[in-house]
């Protein structure tokens, strides 16, 4: 039997790890495979149970709802997992009979990636105008804050927004508002922001197929502002459709997805994957699956 990683979750059909990572398997040629495994959250504790004791189990990504689930079954967190309190990948470090769980969180690394010509840049001011609360959110909070953003975060609930700034970086200047707060015209005057990074994030379900757009108006983004969207279903989202014609540069949910993946397929496999066209055909096969599933999304 090979060796293999899976992607946990309830739902689980529609995640697209197992492509990304099999094509990197593929592209390498190696003895390996990669699954989607759907699990409750009543069969976590089962689920742990039988994979450490497989020796051919090189871990597993983790989806809704299962990210901060997951942690009291395992042995010890990452740092970056530790702070963010949610976990995204799980590897197995065995030694003779014994073995350990260790749970990381990928996603602060994936949601970075794209901007790292930017972040490598010394800037005046950073500020992030973000909105969601849930797992996602509380990572890409934390690499913002580490990368010396103010972070002005929005939510349905003002105050778990408030409480999640405090648990990942209390001592920032950073600020919780109404969801609705983005929905109204603005006629704040932004001085020039030559010098200055700024990032509009939608890190809410808003937006995905099933759900309403994010309802944000533009006059909240500053000149220059980069718009990022980590939904991927539908890709070219409203808020990135919008932002484009108001002029803004855009960053899909493939960017975070993708970036994420190539860090937990290292840790499962230990090797990198190849990424030498820029993940260009990786995105089209992607792009492809995406737009059948929205096709055959029934209509009512």
Not at 230 to 242: E, G, M, N, R
Not at 265 to 271: A, P, Q, T, V
Request: aromatic share 8%; hydrophobic share 40%; proline share 6%.
């Amino acid at each position: 039997m090979n060796a293999y990683a899976e992607v946990i979750g309830d739902p689980i059909a529609q995640s697209k790890s197992p492509a990304i990572h099999n094509y990197w398997i593929d592209k390498l040629d190696m003895d390996a495979d990669y699954r989607a495994c759907h699990v409750t959250s009543d069969g976590l504790a089962d689920y742990f149970a039988a994979r450490r004791a497989d020796p051919h189990w090189q871990g597993c990504n983790i989806t809704m709802p299962h990210k901060q689930a997951a942690i009291p079954f395992l042995d010890r967190l990452e740092i970056g997992a530790e702070l963010i309190g949610a976990v995204n990948t799980v590897t197995c470090r065995r030694r003779g009979e014994k073995s350990a769980l260790l749970g990381m969180n990928t996603d602060m690394a994936g949601f970075l990636e794209p901007l790292e010509r930017e972040l490598s840049k010394d800037h005046l001011f950073r500020m992030a105008r973000v909105v969601g609360t849930g797992g996602a959110a509380r990572a890409i909070v934390a690499a913002l804050a580490e990368h010396g953003f103010t972070i002005v975060l929005a939510g349905r609930n003002p105050e778990k927004a408030r409480v999640l700034l405090e648990e990942i970086d209390p001592d920032g200047e950073h600020h919780a508002i109404d969801l609705a707060h983005f929905s109204d015209t603005t006629d704040f005057p932004f001085d020039d922001r030559d010098g200055c990074l700024d990032l509009i994030v939608n890190a809410s379900p808003l937006g995905m197929a099933g759900h309403p757009p994010l309802a944000f108006d533009f006059s909240h983004a500053p000149p220059g502002a980069i718009v990022y969207d980590i939904v991927t279903h539908p890709l070219d989202t409203p808020l990135l459709i919008a932002a484009r014609e108001h002029g803004f540069r855009t960053l899909d949910g493939l960017n975070m997805l993708i970036g994420q993946a190539a860090k937990a397929f290292e840790h499962f496999f230990g090797i990198a994957p190849p990424r030498d066209d820029g993940d260009s055909e990786l995105r089209a096969q992607l792009q492809a699956q995406l737009q059948a599933q929205m096709q055959a999304r029934p209509t009512s």
